[in-house]
């Protein structure tokens, strides 16, 4: 079994020692592959448009934590996302980062830091905030249990609905029900056809009065001139966005100067060169003694 490896030259240099120590070939680029046949799994961004030429294929890595990218694999090909610890530390830190910004009113006090106004606000408390998390996978948990910890009061919205500890989790039908009771929204989501375009007006009109959003799903979650109406009609408070839609936005977008918004440009996570090394090493043994792949994405559910 040989891994293609299609990535950062600066990735290539952490990947290469490890596969060389775990005894794994590695074919760092297309032009170095002298045997197409050899090759039965790629780690990319993008897969090549020609997986055809691979005719022992087996699988694709996803170098990073998200698979909406991709397109459908070939029969017989599994799609694999990274699972990195980091990855989920990361995202757990921005989303806490964010969760606080906007619970202790930051996008208003920095801009009257602009305008050079000392200005003091109510301050409140974390115990009886209530935030809710959509999407509560290894995420959505790690960022549950560290805001639990702090105090605040939390519910989460499934697909499944599946109980998780210390939170109330409402189901796929109880949508409604789980908006009306969020003073800060948090979206984790998977992008699939069923959550493109979700963070919409109607959604948005779901929340109580005066709701705050952090996003660190997808992009393409958000409604962004939808956003821009709950904010005018004070729906919305504010918001802290590390995906936007597009992606990136352009130099003129309103979003840029909007003081009740801040942007982060999708840096919440990035993949540890060398978690990332170690993920696919386990792939592809998992593979070869035919076991559960760790990170296959359910094509049917879109992770």
Not at 33 to 38: F, I, K, L, M, R
Not at 125 to 136: K, W
Not at 273 to 297: K, S
Request: include cysteine.
């Amino acid at each position: 079994m040989a891994l293609l490896f299609l990535s950062t030259p600066e990735r290539a240099e952490v990947w290469q020692p490890i596969f060389a120590e775990a005894g794994e070939e590695l074919i760092v680029g297309e032009a170095a592959v002298s045997d197409p046949a050899a090759v039965t799994h790629i780690l990319c961004w993008k897969p090549p448009d020609d997986l055809a030429r691979y005719p022992n294929l087996r699988g694709v890595i996803s170098s990073g934590a998200g698979v909406d990218q991709m397109p459908p694999m070939p029969d017989g090909v599994a799609l694999v996302r990274t699972l990195a610890p980091g990855i989920e530390e990361m995202v757990r830190d921005w989303v806490v980062m964010a969760t606080l910004m906007l619970h202790r009113d930051m996008p208003r006090y920095l801009q009257q830091q602009g305008l050079g106004q000392w200005s003091a606000h109510p301050v409140p408390l974390a115990r009886g905030t209530r935030v809710a998390i959509m999407g509560v996978g290894r995420i959505g948990q790690l960022v549950a249990r560290t805001l639990g910890d702090m105090g605040f009061a939390l519910s989460g919205w499934s697909r499944s609905g599946r109980a998780v500890e210390g939170m109330t989790i409402f189901g796929a039908d109880d949508l409604g029900a789980f908006l009306a009771q969020a003073d800060i929204l948090v979206c984790l989501l998977p992008l699939t056809a069923q959550t493109r375009g979700l963070l919409n007006a109607d959604l948005f009109g779901k929340l109580p009065a005066g709701a705050r959003l952090v996003h660190a799903g997808r992009g393409a979650h958000l409604d962004m001139q939808a956003l821009k109406s709950a904010l005018d009609r004070g729906q919305l408070t504010s918001a802290m966005l590390d995906v936007t839609n597009p992606e990136p936005l352009p130099a003129d977008h309103w979003a840029w100067g909007d003081p009740r918004v801040c942007i982060t440009p999708h840096v919440a996570a990035s993949t540890d060169h060398a978690e990332g090394a170690r993920h696919a090493l386990e792939v592809i043994r998992a593979d070869r003694n035919n076991m559960d792949l760790p990170g296959r994405v359910d094509p049917r559910k879109g992770y």
